[in-house]
């Protein structure tokens, strides 16, 4: 036989469950919605990267081959680089090596995509030395 007072005691404990395995469920949901950002955020700073080293390479192909040290912007349309832009500048300076004259070229290149301030925003700069010694 029940008393008046035991009515309901399943009903607290059952309650508390309710919220602690909600509770338990939304921090796994944001957990994984973190995880995959961080990711996202990962490849795109690895995208990042290579863009500013095609910007590099082509500025050295430009110095070496080209003879031009000037500074240009690139808009790169490759599927892997799609959307990246890149700003590069370069400076040049001679040195005299015994009989021969050698040219010094410093090239720096800043890739980015998306808009500053942006979950989407990665950008790169990184700056690169070639000279046309043999």
Sequence with gaps: MQTKSQNGFSLVP??????????????????AGVQQQ??????????????????????AYQALVNGSCAASTLALTEVGLAGFSVDTSCSSTTHAE??????VFVIDAFAWSGSYGTPDYASRRIRSTVTDAT
């Design 14 to 31: 059952a309650l508390f469950l309710l919220v602690v395995l909600a509770a338990l469920g939304i921090v796994a949901v944001r957990l």
């Design 38 to 59: 961080t990711v996202v955020l990962a490849m795109q700073s690895s995208r990042a990267y290579a863009a500013a080293r095609s910007g590099i390479d082509w500025s």
């Design 98 to 103: 015994g009989p021969n004259t050698v040219t």
